[in-house]
C-alpha cells in the first residue's frame, strides 16, 4: 500500500507539474499575463505589432519606441476590503439572475459609485437601485444640488473590479500639484474614455506617460499631467456637469471630449420599424456554460475550450445576419454631406450634444482653458466578416444591442455624427482631433463596436498622443502655456456617505 500512495503521488505531482508548464505555456503563446490570477476583461489576443504602430502618422519630434513604453505602476492600488469583495460577489450573482430574466438594469461596479442624492430622489422607486437588491448604496450631495452628473467614482479606491481612484475620484495616479510648470488636459467621455475598469491604465493614462517622454526629448521643464474624469453610462449632460464642478475647479488647460456612443439613437429615423425579434443564438459562437466562462477568466486553458466548444455552434461564417426591410427617413432639408449645426432635428442627439458642449466651453472659457473635441470610432462596415468566435462580441453588439440597424446605416450615421463634431470645432475654432481618420480597424483592437480591447488602448491612445502633441507645441511657441500660478486649483473634493436601504 505504502508503494501504490508513492506512486500516486508521483502520478499526481507530474500531473499538476504538466498541467502548469501548459498553462503557462498558453498564456505566453496568447500574450497573456504569466502570473495574473484574473484575466482583465477585452484581453486582446496579441499585442500590436510594429507593423501596426506605423500604420499611424507619427508627430514630428515623437519616437516610435514610445508606443510600447507603459507608465508606472499606480501606487495607489491597493486591496479592496473584504466586505466590497462579498458585495461585488453578490451583485454579480443578482446580474446572472437579472440577465438569465431578461433584464439588464446594473452592472456589479454600480455598486461602488457615489450616486447624486439630487438625481437618485426616492430610493425604492429607483429601478436601478431596486434590481441591485443591495443593502446600502453610497450617496454625495451635489455642490449645486443638481442631478448631474448621476454619480461619481469613490475617491481613494481600489474596487474588487479593478478601478483605482484618486483622492477626489478619477480613475488613476494620486494628483499630483499645481504650479508654475503645470499644463492640465483633462479627458472627458464615457467607457471609452474611462476604459475597462480591468485594465492596468485607461487612455489618458498612457498618454500623460508619454507627454512625460516627449518633455524629456525636449528639455522641457513642463510637468504635464494627463487626467481621465470620465466614467461609464453617462451622457453629454453629465459630462457638462463634470466639467462644471470637478474640472473647471481643477484649472485644466485643456479639455478633451471623446464620446459618441451613449446617445447614438437611430430609432428617429425608422417610425415605422417592422416588430422583428433579433436572431437567435446561432448568430455568434455558442454561449459556454457559465462553469467555464468563469473559469475564462483564471485560466488560458480554459479559454481555449471555451474557444473550441464556441466553435461547434451552427451558421457561424462571421456575416451580418438578414434584417427586417426598413428605410431612413432622413430629415427633409437636412444636407447630410454640410450639415446645418442650427438644424432643429438633428439625429443621433446632435442638438443636445451641441448644447452641452457649448456649457462646456462657456464654463471652461472662464478658467482660460480650451475644449477639444474628438471624432468617435465606431467599428461598423457594410459587407464586414468576422471571425464568430474571436469577434463575438463585436457580433453581438451590433446585432443585439443595436438590432434591427444595418451595418451600413450605423456606419452612416457614425459618419455623419463626425462631420458635426468636425464642423462644430470649426464653427468654434477648437483643437480637432480625428481618432475615427486614423484609428485602424483591426477587429482584434475591439472588445465590441466601441470598446478597445487592451491593445487597443493603446492604439487609440497613440492615435490622440499623435494629434496632441503639435497642439501642445503651439501653445508652447506662443507663450500660453505654462499659465498657471502656485495654488491656483481648488480640488472637488467630496463625501461619500452610505445608506441602507429598506426596499420591499
Same mark, same amino acid.
Given at each position: ?14 500531473? $499538476? ?27 486582446? =489576443? ?22 510600447? =513604453?507603459?507608465?508606472? *505602476? ?33 452592472? *456589479? ?20 437601485? @431596486? =434590481? ?14 443638481? *442631478? /448631474?452628473?448621476?454619480?461619481? /467614482? ?28 503645470? &499644463?492640465?488636459?483633462?479627458? $472627458? ?53 463634470? &466639467?462644471?464642478?470637478?474640472? &473647471? ?8 471630449? /471623446? ?19 433579433? *436572431? ?38 462571421? @456575416? ?50 480650451? +475644449?477639444?473635441?474628438?471624432?468617435? $470610432? ?14 463575438? /462580441? ?106 441602507? +436601504?429598506?426596499?420591499?
Amino acid at each position: 500500500m505504502s508503494g501504490n500512495w508513492k506512486n500516486y503521488l508521483l502520478a499526481g505531482t507530474i500531473v $499538476v507539474f504538466g498541467v502548469l508548464v501548459a498553462e503557462a505555456t498558453t498564456r505566453y503563446l496568447d500574450s497573456l499575463p504569466i502570473f495574473a490570477t484574473t484575466f482583465p476583461l477585452g484581453l486582446s =489576443a496579441e499585442p500590436p505589432t510594429r507593423e501596426q504602430r506605423d500604420q499611424i502618422p507619427l508627430s514630428a519630434g515623437v519616437s516610435p519606441e514610445w508606443f510600447f =513604453a507603459d507608465p508606472p *505602476p499606480l501606487p495607489n492600488r491597493t486591496k479592496p476590503s473584504a466586505e466590497w469583495v462579498r458585495r461585488f460577489e453578490e451583485a454579480q450573482q443578482a446580474e446572472q439572475a437579472a440577465l438569465a430574466a431578461g433584464q439588464v438594469l446594473f452592472q *456589479p461596479a454600480d455598486m461602488f459609485k457615489v450616486w447624486n442624492s439630487s438625481w437618485a430622489g426616492e430610493l425604492c422607486g429607483n429601478a436601478i437601485f @431596486r =434590481a441591485m437588491q443591495a443593502r446600502s448604496l453610497y450617496f454625495y450631495d451635489p455642490v449645486d444640488g443638481r *442631478p /448631474y452628473p448621476r454619480y461619481r /467614482y469613490y475617491p481613494n479606491a481600489t474596487t474588487p473590479g479593478g478601478l483605482v481612484t484618486n483622492e477626489i475620484g478619477w480613475r488613476g495616479p494620486p494628483l499630483r500639484p499645481l504650479t508654475k510648470r503645470t &499644463v492640465r488636459i483633462v479627458f $472627458v467621455g464615457a467607457s471609452t474614455t474611462a476604459d475597462t475598469h480591468g485594465f492596468p491604465w485607461s487612455y489618458p493614462e498612457l498618454i500623460d506617460h508619454w507627454l512625460k517622454l516627449w518633455a524629456a526629448s525636449r528639455n522641457l521643464d513642463v510637468d504635464f499631467q494627463a487626467m481621465n474624469a470620465a466614467r461609464e453610462a453617462i451622457w453629454s449632460t453629465d459630462n457638462a456637469a463634470i &466639467v462644471r464642478n470637478e474640472i &473647471v475647479p481643477m484649472r485644466p488647460d485643456m479639455v478633451v471630449y /471623446y464620446e459618441g456612443a451613449n446617445q447614438f439613437f437611430l430609432t428617429s429615423l425608422v417610425p415605422n420599424m417592422p416588430p422583428v425579434a433579433p *436572431p437567435g443564438s446561432t448568430l455568434m459562437a455558442t454561449t459556454a456554460p457559465a462553469w467555464l466562462q468563469e473559469l475564462s477568466r483564471h485560466s488560458a486553458l480554459a479559454r481555449r475550450v471555451q474557444a473550441a466548444t464556441g466553435a461547434l455552434g451552427d451558421n457561424l461564417d462571421g @456575416r451580418e445576419p438578414p434584417k427586417p426591410d426598413y428605410r431612413l427617413e432622413w430629415p427633409k432639408g437636412l444636407d447630410e454631406d454640410d450639415p446645418a449645426l442650427d438644424f432643429p432635428t438633428l439625429p443621433v442627439n446632435l442638438n443636445t450634444i451641441q448644447a452641452d458642449l457649448d456649457q462646456m466651453r462657456g464654463d471652461l472659457a472662464g478658467v482660460d482653458a480650451e +475644449l477639444a473635441v474628438a471624432s468617435f $470610432v465606431w467599428f461598423a462596415k457594410d459587407g464586414m466578416v468576422l471571425d464568430p468566435v474571436r469577434h463575438r /462580441y463585436i457580433l453581438q453588439y451590433l446585432n443585439r444591442a443595436k438590432w434591427p440597424f444595418r451595418y451600413r446605416d450605423i456606419e452612416r450615421l457614425a459618419a455623419f455624427q463626425n462631420r458635426v463634431f468636425k464642423k462644430y470645432a470649426a464653427a468654434h475654432g477648437l483643437p480637432f482631433i480625428d481618432v475615427a481618420r486614423d484609428m485602424p480597424r483591426n477587429p482584434d483592437f475591439f472588445s465590441d463596436a466601441i470598446h478597445n480591447t487592451l491593445s487597443g488602448v493603446r492604439v487609440r491612445a497613440w492615435v490622440v498622443f499623435q494629434q496632441l502633441v503639435p497642439i501642445i507645441e503651439d501653445r508652447l511657441a506662443r507663450g500660453s502655456w505654462p499659465r498657471h500660478a502656485e495654488g491656483q486649483e481648488h480640488r472637488p473634493l467630496f463625501e461619500a456617505r452610505e445608506k441602507e +436601504l429598506k426596499c420591499n
